[in-house]
C-alpha cells in the first residue's frame, strides 16, 4: 500500500470541492472517496489503487432509503448492502434487489459495503489485480495479458482487443433490470443518469468505466416501482454454492397478461464487460407466451453477439441457461 | 515388531468375515499370555477417557484466544522481514538496485545474495530427523526456477515499512520463457515401482479392458495460519518460534542451513492452524528470518503472505496417471498396470507416489507401476494430507468404476471379487484388513442396495441423483519417539515430548493416555508439546503422531510407577513398607495390594507425600517401524459413499450425502477422530470440484493465488456427513491398536465423488476438478 493523506467530511458539498482537485475520476485518480472500502482497500494494498487522498464518506447522511411519492425507492449511496437487501420494502417490491444483494459477498462484507460504492464494483480479473501483469484497464496501453491468459472467468459479451474483463456486480445487475436512476452530485451541480448510461464499454480506454467525472458524488439511486402484478427474480451460478462470484447470473423482471409476457426486463452478470442489459432478449419475450421454447430463443438472442476467449466458452451457455431458468422461476412463481 | 500379531493368512481371512458382522468386539488378536488381566487379582471397572468421546484439551485456549500462534509471538525490538519474490520463472538476477528501498522510513536492512551472509545445504537425509524438500538455501545462486522465488528481503521496523520496502526493491532480470506446461513427460528415467508376472502380455490377451488417462491438478495447501518464523538471536543461541509439523526435524534442518551448533537452536512451536503437509519441513522464509536476525541481533518476525503461499511453502503436484486393468468376465482382475508423471521443481526430486497403494489393494497375477518425474518452473512440490495415495487412488478407483460399468457389475461386487487374502505387492500376511467389512457397513448405512445403475435413472425432488463409491487405504507405520513423564506429588502428571499439535488433538490424546495408564482424569494431565528442548518426539505426519507416541509414553508411565512402587516399599512411611513391590499396582490413581481393590489403596499423591517426593520421572523411547524387515502389511483402510445431485438445466451439482467408514484400529478419541474425517471429506470434496492452482503459461505464475480465486468448499458446499469406524484393534503399533486418521479420510473420495458424478451424469471426468464446463456436454 502506498502513503496517503487521509480527511473526513460529513457534508456533500465539501466532499465535492476536494473530489474535484482530481484529475480523473477512474483509474489512476489520485483523490478516491472511501465508503465501505470492501474494494478500494484490497485494490490499495494490491497496489492497483494509489491514491494520494482519501476521503473517508461514511458519515455523509445519506443513509436512508426513502419511499417516493409514486410508489418509488430512493436509496441513499451510503446505505449498507445488508440494510438494503433486509429493507421490508425493498424486499416485498423489489425482491430481484434483494436477491441479488444476497446472492453476492459474505454477510461481514454486506455489512460494509454500500449501495453508492457497489455501483463502482471493479473487476475480479486477476491480472487487473496483479501489476505484474499488462493491463489496459489499470496501465493503458501495456496490453492485456488475459487473452492469451487465464480467462476462464472473462466476458463474452461487450469485450474488445484491449480489455476481457468482466463485471462481476450482482446489485448492479438487478439495479440494470430495474432501470434504475443515479444521482449524481458534482462541481456543476446535481444531475440524473438512468443507469443504462452510466457504465462504459472498454473499446480502447478500458481505464475509463463510467461517466463520473472528478468531484462527482453518487448520492442516491431511485428506482420506479415494477409494473403492476409482475414478478422478479435473481439468479446466481458459480462453481460453489455460496461466496464467490457469479460464472453467470440473470435478473428478470416479467409482467404476464392473458397469458402472454407484456412486460419484460431482463439483465446479465458475469458474462460482461458492464452489468448487461439485454433489450434483445426483452422484444423476443414480450407478446410471447412464457414458454420454455421462448425463453430460450431470448436467451439466445440476448447471447447471439458472445464472443468466447480460450477458456470461456462454457459461460454463453451456462449463461443462456442461467436466463432460461430465471424467467420459469419467475413466470411460473 | 511386536510377537503378537496373527501369522496365518487364512486365519486372519477368517477373522475378517466374523469381524464384518460384529466389529465392536472382535480384535484381530488374541491377548498375548504376558498381558492376561489375571495378573491382577481384584477386577474392577477402569476410570479411563480412552475410546470416549473427550473434548480437545486445548479448546478453551483456541475459542478464548489464548493460545499463542507462532506469529502471535512478538518481543522488545523486533523487526519484521517482507520477502521479495522474482516476479520471473525462469531466468536469473542480474542486478538488484535497494538503494531507494533502503533510505525508507523504517528500514534496517535489504539483504541479497551479497549481504545475508552464507546460508548452507541440507546433508541428505532419508529418515525424516533433518530432511528438507528445498534443500537449497535461499539466496544461494542468483538462477531464477519458479516464479516467487526469494531474491531478496527488506527488514523494518514495522510490517507496513518493510512490504513497502520490498516493493520499492527494483531486480533485473535475464528473463527465458518459462516451462509450466501441464502436460507432462518423464524427464528422468522411468523407475518400476512394483512389478509381478506380466501385466502387458496379459492385458493384450485380455477380452475386457481399460486403458485411461487421469490427472489431478497442482493444489496449494492453503493452510488458516499462515507459515511464519519469529527468530530470537541472543548473539550465541537462536530460539525459532516456527510454523512446523516437526520441532525436532525443523531444529535439525536450520542448525545445518544456519551453520550453529546443535545446543544453540531451539525451536517452539506451541500451536498450529494446521499444516496439511506444508509444514512438515522448512521452508526458505525460516533461514532468511534467522540469517536477519543474526546480522542485526534483533527479533525478526517473518510471515508468508497467501500470495507466496502459492509458490514458496510447497504444493500437491500434479499428477498424470495411466490406469490399464483387464479382467474376465467373471471381474477377476487379470492386470493392473500404473504408469505416472508428476511436475516437480527444477531442482527437487519430488515424487507423487501415485501407486502407494496400487500394489496391494486388489487381486491380480500380473501388475507392473511406474513413476517418472516431469521438471517445470514451479516451486518445490511437497507431500499434501495423503501424498501419493490420495491422486492416485483418484486414478485407480475411478478406474475400477469404469471397469464395473463395462462388466455390467455393481462396483461394490467387483471389489468383493478382487479382495485378496494375502498384500501380493508384498507376499506378505495383512496384519489387519477390513476393506470389505467397510463396504458391507457402508453399503448398508448409504443403502446401496437401493442403486439403480442406469445413468441419470435416479431422481429426488425434481433432481438427479448420482450415487458412487471408492475405497481407500494409507500407511500404518511409527516414529522413531521419546516421551517423558512426571508425576507431581499434588496428585497431577506432566508428560511431555517434542512433538506438536498440528490441530488435530494430539494434546488431547496424549492426556488421555497418560490419565489412562494412571487411572486419573485428564485435567490433571499437563501436556507439553513443541519443543526442542523436550525429549525428541515423532513428526506430525504420515498420520503417525498418536500410534507414535503410545508406547513410548506407555514405557515412560511404567518407569515411573515403577519408581513410585519401589519408593513406597522401601520407605517405612508408608502402609506398604516392606512390600514386595510386584504385589502392588497403581490403578485408578491409587497405589494398593493387587490383592485388594483400588478403593483400599492410597492416592500416588499421599505415598509421594508420605516418603516426601516433589516429583518422580519416567523417560522411554520406542522405535520407528520403517527399518528392518517388515512380517506383515500395515495399512489402514476406508470406503467412501457419495451422492450427487445434478440439476442439468443449470449445469448446477452439488454434493448432498457422504457416507464414510474406516478401518484405522483403535479409535482414541471419537470426536477428534470424526473431526479429522469430516474435514477430510470436505477437503476431498475440494479436490474433486474445485480445488487447482493455475500457471499462469507466459509468466508461469500461480494466477489464482488468493482464497478468493482458488476455490476451496465453502459452509454452504458442506454435505451430509455420515462417519463410522469399524474398530478393530490390531496392537502391533501399540497396545492400544491405534492408527492415524488424519489422511486416510480424504483417500477415495475424489473418485468415489467422480463415480457419482459419472452415475449422474454420465460423463466420465477424468481431470480433476471436475468443473461445470466438463458437465455441460457438446454445448462448450
Known sequence: MKQFTYTKTSEINSAVQEGSANKTAQQGAEIRFIAGGTTMLDLMKLMVETPNKLIDINHLPLDKI????????????????SDLAHHPYIKSHYQVLSEALLSGASPQLRNMATTGG???????????????????????????????????????????????????????????????????????????????????????????????????????????????????TYLKLRDRASYEFALASAAVITQVKDGKIAHARVALGAVGTIPWRSPEAESVLVGTAPTAENFRKAADAALK???????????????????????KLVTTA | MSDNKDSNPKQKQSADHKQSTNQKSSTDQKPPANQQPAQTAVLEPKRTSVGHETRRIDGPLKVTGKAVYTSDHNFPGMVYAVPVGATIANGKVTKIDAAEAEKMPGVHAIYHRTNIGQLFRVAPDSTFTAYTDEPRPPLEDDIIRYYGQYVALAVADTFEQAKAAADAVKVT???????????????????????????????????????????????????????????????????????????VNHKNVLVQVLGVDPENLQVISKFLGSGFGSKITPWSHCALAGAAARKLNRPVKLVVSRKMSFHAVGHRPRTQQRVRLSAQPDGKLTSIQHDYFNHTSMLDDYKENCGECTSYLYSTPN???????????????????????????????SAMDELAIKLKMDPVKLRIINEPTIDEGLNLPFASRHLIGCYKQ??????????????????????????????????????????????????????????????????????????????????????????????????????????????????????????????????????????????????????????????????FETVMQQVNLNKISGKASSPGTFSGKKQSSMHSYGVHFVEVTWQEELARLRVSRVVTVIDAGKIMNPKTGRNQIEGAIVMGLGMALFEGTEYEPTKGAPINSSLADYILPVNADMPKMDVHFLEVPNTELNEYGARGIGEIGLAGLAPALANAVHHATGIRVRNLPIRIEDLMGEST
Open chain 2, 173 to 247: 532480470y535475464q528473463e527465458e520463457k518459462p516451462n509450466v506446461s501441464p502436460k507432462l513427460t518423464a524427464d528422468d528415467k522411468v523407475k518400476v515401482e512394483s512389478h509381478r508376472g506380466d501385466a502387458q502380455k496379459a492385458f493384450d490377451s485380455a477380452a475386457i479392458k481399460l486403458d485411461e488417462t487421469y490427472t489431478t491438478a497442482s493444489q496449494t495447501h492453503n493452510v488458516i495460519e499462515l507459515h511464519a518464523t519469529v527468530a530470537v538471536f541472543d548473539g550465541t543461541k537462536f530460539t525459532m518460534y516456527e510454523t512446523t509439523q516437526g520441532v
Open chain 1, 118 to 232: 457497489n455501483l463502482l464494483q471493479r473487476t475480479r480479473c486477476v491480472y487487473f489485480r496483479d501489476t505484474e501483469f499488462a493491463c489496459n484497464k489499470r496501465e493503458p496501453g501495456s496490453g492485456c495479458a488475459a487473452i492469451d491468459g487465464d480467462n476462464r472467468m472473462m466476458a463474452v459479451l461487450g469485450t474488445s482487443d484491449k480489455c476481457i474483463a468482466s463485471n462481476p456486480s450482482d446489485m448492479n445487475v438487478a439495479l440494470m433490470a430495474l432501470e434504475a436512476t443515479i444521482h449524481i452530485t458534482g462541481k456543476d451541480g446535481d444531475r440524473e443518469i438512468p443507469i443504462s448510461q452510466f457504465y462504459t464499454l472498454p473499446g480502447n480506454s478500458p481505464d475509463v468505466e463510467n461517466v463520473l467525472k472528478p468531484g462527482d458524488l453518487i448520492t442516491h439511486v431511485s428506482i420506479q416501482p415494477m409494473p403492476p402484478g409482475s414478478n422478479s
Open chain 2, 442 to 603: 457402508g453399503a448398508d448405512l448409504f443403502g446401496w442396495d437401493q442403486r439403480d445403475p442406469r445413468i441419470g435413472s435416479m431422481k429426488k425432488n425434481g433432481l438427479t441423483l448420482g450415487w458412487g463409491t471408492a475405497g481407500a487405504s494409507w500407511i500404518a507405520e511409527r516414529f522413531p519417539a521419546e516421551v517423558a513423564i512426571q508425576l507431581n506429588n499434588d496428585g497431577t502428571a506432566r508428560v511431555s515430548s517434542a512433538t506438536q499439535d498440528i490441530g488435530t488433538g494430539t494434546y488431547t490424546v496424549f492426556a488421555q493416555v497418560v490419565g489412562d495408564k494412571l487411572g486419573i482424569p485428564i485435567e490433571k494431565v499437563e501436556v507439553v508439546l513443541g519443543d526442542t528442548s523436550l525429549p525428541a518426539g515423532p513428526l506430525s505426519g504420515g498420520s503417525m503422531g498418536i500410534a507414535s507416541i503410545i508406547p513410548a509414553t506407555t514405557k515412560a508411565i511404567e518407569k515411573a510407577v515403577d519408581t513410585l512402587l519401589t519408593a513406597a516399599v522401601q520407605s517405612p512411611l508408608t502402609k506398604f513398607s516392606g512390600a514386595k513391590k510386584t504385589e502392588l499396582a497403581l490403578t485408578n490413581g491409587n497405589v494398593h495390594r493387587k490383592d485388594q481393590p483400588s478403593k483400599e489403596g492410597v492416592p
Open chain 1, 66 to 81: 426513502e419511499t417516493t411519492s409514486g410508489g418509488g425507492v430512493k436509496v441513499g449511496a451510503m446505505v449498507r448492502n
Open chain 1, 305 to 327: 453477439d458472445a464472443k468466447p476467449q480460450t477458456h470461456n466458452k462454457f459461460k454463453i451457455e451456462l449463461s443462456k441457461r442461467c436466463l432460461t431458468h430465471a424467467l
Open chain 2, 367 to 397: 501388475l507392473r507401476i511406474t513413476s517418472a518425474l516431469s521438471r517445470r518452473n514451479v516451486g518445490t512440490p511437497t507431500s499434501m494430507r495423503g501424498p501419493g495415495a490420495v491422486p492416485g487412488l483418484f486414478a485407480t478407483e
